[in-house]
Structures are given as structure tokens and as C-alpha cells.
Nanobody, 125 residues
Framework: QVQLVESGGGSSQAGGSLTLSCAPS?????MAWFRQAPGKEREGVAA???????TAAASVKARVTISKDNVNNILYLQMNSLKPEDTAMYYC??????????????????????WGQGIQVTVSS
């Protein structure tokens, strides 16, 4: 089992940048960032496999970067050119499924077993 702790959320004006961090209690997991806005489904933002293969949702791909510090075991999500529609609770997630399976489902909620508590990001216009 792994525990996930997010940090780095907060408020920004449109056009700004934020970097979220997630510190898993163990390493060697496939990991991802999801977000959920009020009244909407939780959606995948970006994901990174334990072999550092990355993917991102088409809607945000040009504006986000997911990365992992393997030395300190920290997951990051850098978000640029923020928009009001990026306002949501952001969640860090982790799982251990095989790479070939992860690749097919990397941005699907059901592909992750472990979840952080979430952190709020608010973007004002």
C-alpha cells in the first residue's frame, strides 16, 4: 500500500503557472494526476509510468508537464497558461498494473488504486 500527499495548490490568475507535488510513501508505481471540478466527473490530466513514460489529456497537453524526481520520489505537475476552467480539486493517484495495461488505461480513474486527499487549484479570470 502507498500513501500519497499532494502539495502546491492554491490560487492563480489566468495565464499564470502552478506546480503541484505529490510525495508517495513508496516508489515503483505508475502515477497520475486527476482533477475534479464541482459537478463534473473526475478526469485524468497526465500520467507517468514507473518507467517514466508520460501521457497527458489532449485538452491540456500543450500546457502541462508531468515529471518525477526518482531520487527524492516526488511527482510533479507543472501547469502553465492557466485558465479558469482549470479550477478543480487535483488528485494524485498510483497503481502497480503492468506497463502494457497501464498504457491503455493511463488516464482512466479505474486504473488507479491509491489516491491522495486532493488539493484545490483555483484560477481567476
Amino acid at each position: 500500500q502507498v500513501q500519497l500527499v499532494e502539495s502546491g495548490g492554491g490560487s492563480s490568475q489566468a495565464g499564470g503557472s502552478l506546480t503541484l507535488s505529490c510525495a508517495p510513501s513508496r516508489s515503483q508505481y505508475n502515477m497520475a494526476w486527476f482533477r475534479q471540478a464541482p459537478g463534473k466527473e473526475r478526469e485524468g490530466v497526465a500520467a507517468i509510468s514507473r518507467l517514466n513514460i508520460t501521457t497527458a489529456a489532449a485538452s491540456v497537453k500543450a500546457r502541462v508537464t508531468i515529471s518525477k524526481d526518482n531520487v527524492n520520489n516526488i511527482l510533479y505537475l507543472q501547469m502553465n497558461s492557466l485558465k479558469p476552467e482549470d479550477t478543480a480539486m487535483y488528485y494524485c493517484a498510483a497503481d502497480t498494473r503492468p506497463l502494457e495495461d497501464w498504457f491503455l488505461h493511463s488516464l482512466k480513474r479505474y486504473a488507479y488504486t491509491y489516491w491522495g486527499q486532493g488539493i484545490q487549484v483555483t484560477v481567476s479570470s
